[in-house]
């Protein structure tokens, strides 16, 4: 049971008991006085399916703790009626949830850190709320209870997720920009002798609400293990869960002793200003422009006037069933999530002041477009740091760098801009008049609407032509068949006419034909490989001039999409999608090599599998017996065996037709057969134990299995006729363990070295997510496990 609901019932007795007494620091008088109305009101509400621990929102969209039921995402743009538009399950149990929008690889995105106890931080993308995708990444933690996420103001740059751990403290993780949705730990703790509930971060200062110390400062400025420390603290009369920094001061939800106040200085003792008793249990704060908002469970939330820290004045209480957390938006609205009743609300006053500036443009780019022009492009950022629309930005020149306010002082304004647009819109513009062969440097800065200007942009720089300029050199196709057209483009500058316009592939010039504006574009087929390509031009009045020589295409006879897509339930980070192209087709058997067949060509009472029988697949056995089984099976075939075995070191000759263990990629070719879907006959609704209608029709996992394997080809053949691809054993594979990267690859065989071989195809004891057809594990060569056996395939080379 949620510690929350342990105490409803007292939670409900006490609400009942409007306390009607002004405490301030030093004051021992009670004032009796008669409660004024809330100056919030109810306009709209959504009841959830779910218990509703917390909330956060990005705009007019919501996101929720569900608790078991996982992560709501909530549509109220009309305030009075939110829309529940979709609802995903997370791992364990939702209690917390913040959100953050950043700027990575040229792509906005939202993303969502949901807080599940004993597992850590999730991670989602969130930047179509219709259409959630699980990043599938955790991270380590004892008991979270809930996160403080600090983004500088340059979205492209790795922010800060500060997780309270209960009875442990605070631990720290960095996002990682390259990866997004992943939080990296570099084991940066601080214990904070209680237990921590809740944290807020200001200027490397972390305060935190601990449940039994009060109010702890912590020092985070140098986010190093040996560095960061608790500082201080303050006790509270109370239990302090929820903490909220305005100003020089620190407002703490006191459980059952309403709102505590502190004076906060960096690592300075805080001092006590203030404390208001209120009804029920606050848990969840709020705090803008001097307005503070409670959610006290059974008590509703409650409104505080704190434009005077030391002398908070009760505004009044808009009643709810069990508010357990709030925030307030912008443009004055205070949503609260409540356990019993979903998504409320409230309104009853106007914006509130905007202190927060644009985000810093951190993609400037500028390259030359000629002997006299530049080509500037960059992508808007927006009002509040990413989100809405600037006012109007500045764009400067300069002969001189522009890295600071000197140079941006010094530095001549651009005119005839495009107009803003909304943030995570990309945007060019084209600097004419310029002298030929000269540096010029550009930078920017945003406006919002209240004049509040952002940091200066990275600095851009490009020299205008003296000769020929080639860019934007592409190919359509990175990797495809010997039956596709591939199509080779650049862009070439100059001021008259052409003489010379080639691509150069593996060596050979091809003449290119002018296609629109200032591009040129050829168009071939070509024969398997990996190919190289150039471009060279030249006109009567230039020095000719060619590009560096670029690698691709990758061309092959057949190949197929290897990986999983980024929303793909169930997917791990290691199965980045890629071209994968061969030049040979591959034979394989339809079925697991059988105990019976072991027994046919090994010597005798060498099977070592622990689940016997004849038409089982053999099991326990370790990636060298497996090839052993290859050479003896080609022997007994006449084929030419195809690996050569000295003691645990094993080569392979690709030139010999015997039987052999398939690589990872032509695996994943065998077992999707022309499928891109998570399983080679559809979708996967179950990922982990639960019956999956389609992965029971095709394979034996934990959720249909017994207590060992079955005999091969029960279940349904893929479209190659192969059966137990999806389950059953895990069937070794030839390559090494190692990253995969997005890049075209022809005739993959895996890394030379490694300490883990790879299996594929999960098992009867695993989950229904790792049947899946991208699915990657991996063991050590001279490991034996009873889910482990393998398939054995040939290479046609008629």
């Known amino acids: 049971m949620h510690a929350n609901t342990i105490n409803r019932h007292l939670l409900t007795i006490l609400s ?48 929720v703790a569900g608790g078991e039921a996982g992560l709501h995402t909530v549509d109220w743009s009309t305030p009075s009626n939110p829309i529940l538009v ?23 995105r939202d993303i969502v850190h949901v807080v599940e106890g004993t597992e850590g931080v999730t991670s989602f993308n969130v930047t179509d709320p219709a259409n959630v995708i699980d990043y599938n990444t955790g991270t380590t933690a004892v008991n979270g209870r809930t996160i403080y996420i600090d983004q500088g103001m340059d979205p492209s740059q790795a922010y800060q997720v500060y997780l309270a751990e209960d009875w442990k403290g605070v631990r720290v993780f960095d996002s990682e920009p390259g990866v997004p949705g992943t939080l990296g730990y570099s084991g940066v703790f601080v214990g904070t002798n209680g237990k921590a509930y809740n944290i807020a971060v200001r200027d490397g200062w972390g305060y935190c609400a601990d449940n039994e110390m009060g109010i702890c400062v912590l020092d985070l400025r140098v986010l190093d293990l040996d560095a960061v420390s608790l500082v201080s603290w303050a006790d509270t009369p109370g239990q302090a869960r929820a903490i909220a920094l305005e100003g020089d001061y620190a407002y703490i939800a006191d459980a059952t002793e309403g709102l505590a106040v502190f004076r906060i200085n960096e690592g300075d003792t805080p001092v006590k200003v203030a404390q208001y008793d209120l009804s029920g249990f606050s848990e969840g704060i709020a705090v803008r422009d001097g307005l503070c908002a409670l959610a006290a469970n059974t008590g509703g939330v409650h409104f505080m006037d704190v ?40 309104g009853g006053r106007g914006p509130f002041d905007d202190n927060t500036p644009p985000s810093l443009v951190s993609d400037l780019v500028a390259l030359p477009a000629g002997v006299s022009a530049v080509d500037l492009t ?11 629309e600037v006012a109007s930005y500045e764009l400067r020149m300069s002969t001189e760098s522009i890295v600071d306010e000197a140079g941006w002082e010094a530095a001549t304004p651009l005119t005839g801009l495009p107009d803003p ?21 550009f930078a920017m800065k945003m406006t919002d609407n209240e004049g509040l200007v952002s940091e200066l942009s990275n600095a851009a720089e ?43 592939i593996d060596g050979t010039g091809y003449t290119m034909s002018p296609a629109e504006g200032s591009y040129y574009t050829y168009q071939t087929t070509l024969d398997t490989g990996i190919h190289t ?37 169930g997917r791990e980070i290691d199965e980045v999608q890629h071209t994968v192209l061969f030049t040979e087709e591959v034979i394989a058997t339809n079925h697991e090599v059988t105990q019976a067949e072991w027994d046919a060509i090994m010597p005798g009472g060498s099977n070592p599998s622990q689940h016997l029988g004849a038409d089982n697949p053999v099991d326990s056995v370790t990636w060298l017996e497996a090839v052993q089984y290859c050479n003896a099976l080609s022997e007994d075939d006449d084929l030419t065996p195809v690996y050569t075995i000295n003691g645990s070191q094993v080569s392979w000759n690709q030139d010999a037709d015997g039987w052999r263990l398939p690589t990872e990629a032509e695996w ?31 394979g034996w996992y934990c959720g249909n299995a017994g207590t060992g394997p079955e005999a091969v080809e029960q279940k349904t053949a893929n479209d190659l006729g192969l059966y137990d691809m999806s389950g059953n054993v895990r069937e070794w594979c030839w390559d090494w363990y190692g990253e995969l990267t997005a890049d075209a690859v022809l005739d993959p065989t895996g890394p030379e070295s490694g300490d883990r071989r790879i299996c594929r195809g999960g098992s009867w004891y695993y989950n229904a997510q790792d049947c899946r057809s991208a699915a990657r594990g991996s063991f050590p060569p001279d490991s034996v496990d009873d889910t482990v056996g393998f398939r054995v395939v040939r290479t046609d080379l008629d």
């Not at 080679?680 to 029971?696: A, H, I, K, S, T």
């Open 16 to 63: 009942a008991l409007l306390m009607l007494t002004v405490l301030t620091s030093g004051c021992a008088k009670q004032d009796l006085y008669e409660p004024p109305g809330s100056p919030y009101t109810v306009v709209g509400k959504l009841g959830l399916p779910s218990i509703n621990e917390a909330g956060t929102i990005m705009g007019r969209t919501a996101f």
């Open 86 to 108: 979709s609802t995903v399950n997370t791992t364990k149990y939702a209690d917390d949830i913040q959100v953050v929008r950043t700027f990575t690889q040229g792509v906005m």
């Open 307 to 346: 434009s005077n820290p030391s002398e908070p004045i009760y505004m009044g209480t808009t009643a709810t069933s069990y508010a357990a957390d709030l925030v307030f938006s912008d443009d004055g609205y205070c949503i609260v999530f409540d356990e019993d009743e979903g998504v409320i609300i409230l």
């Open 378 to 388: 960059w992508t808007m950022t927006g009002d509040n740091r990413m989100q809405g």
């Open 421 to 441: 647009e909304i943030s995570g819109t990309p945007m060019a513009h084209t600097v004419s008049d310029l002298d030929g062969s000269t540096t010029y440097h």
């Open 462 to 504: 490009a020299t205008t032509a003296a000769g020929i300029i080639l860019r934007n050199a592409s190919l359509d196709i990175q990797g495809g068949l010997v039956t596709d057209t591939y199509t080779f483009t650049v862009e070439a500058l100059w001021e008259s006419p052409f003489t010379v316009t080639e691509v150069v």
């Open 533 to 569: 390509y150039s471009y060279q031009f030249d006109a009567a009045d230039a020095e000719p001039v060619e590009t560096e020589e670029f690698v691709g295409p990758v061309v092959g006879e057949y190949g197929y999409l290897m990986g999983s897509p980024v929303n793909e339930s």
């Open 668 to 698: 994943e070719y065998l077992c999707r057969a022309g499928s891109t879907t998570p399983l080679y006959n559809g979708d996967l609704v179950e990922l982990n134990c639960r019956l999956d209608v389609n992965l029971d029709a095709i």
